[in-house]
């Protein structure tokens, strides 16, 4: 599914960036498929790199295009997917749900230090609370367990 700024264009804040962002589900088995997937796309993607990042805290690995300046951040998840079905130029995909999107923009802030970045999820925090229908008390009592809910209570008071 797509996350990130894609998923934050989609839900009203159309914006760019160079770092395409995705969420898959792999099992360690299915690593070196995804490696072969991956690498027939134009990425460079190693087996090596993609298993450390499944099995590290943050489960992220940043690959490059073999053709352009950009990037692509796979996020390695496990179980199902919040998602939900959308489009992209045309064609069907998934992106992470409002809720779920939200919630992993305000964790990253929380161990953020670039005010650019902090400045960035809390514009798309923002714009998907004003332009999504939101499961508010859903998105409240999860961001209480994370620790996020001051700064998502300051956010919902400035939006809505």
């Known amino acids: 599914m797509l996350t990130g700024a894609l998923a934050s264009s989609y839900y009203g804040r159309p914006r760019t960036t160079v770092a395409m962002d995705v969420v898959v589900v792999v099992a360690k088995h299915n690593v070196a498929k995804l490696v072969n997937i991956l690498n027939d796309a134009g990425l460079i ?43 992209i130029v045309g064609l069907r995909t998934f992106y992470q749900k409002p809720e779920s999107l939200m919630l992993a923009k305000l964790r ?16 798309d925090i923002r714009t998907i609370l004003k332009s999504t229908k939101i499961d508010l008390k859903t998105l409240r009592r999860k961001a209480r367990a994370e620790s996020t809910i001051g700064t998502l209570e300051e956010l919902i008071r400035t939006s809505i």
């Open 45 to 87: 993607a190693d087996e090596k790199k993609l298993d450390l990042a499944r099995r590290s805290d943050y489960r992220i690995a940043r690959l490059e295009d073999r053709r352009s300046a950009h990037l692509l951040d796979v996020i390695l998840a496990n179980g199902k997917l919040e998602r939900k079905a959308g489009t």
């Open 108 to 123: 990253v802030m929380k161990a953020t230090l670039s005010p650019e970045r902090v400045e960035s999820d809390r514009g």
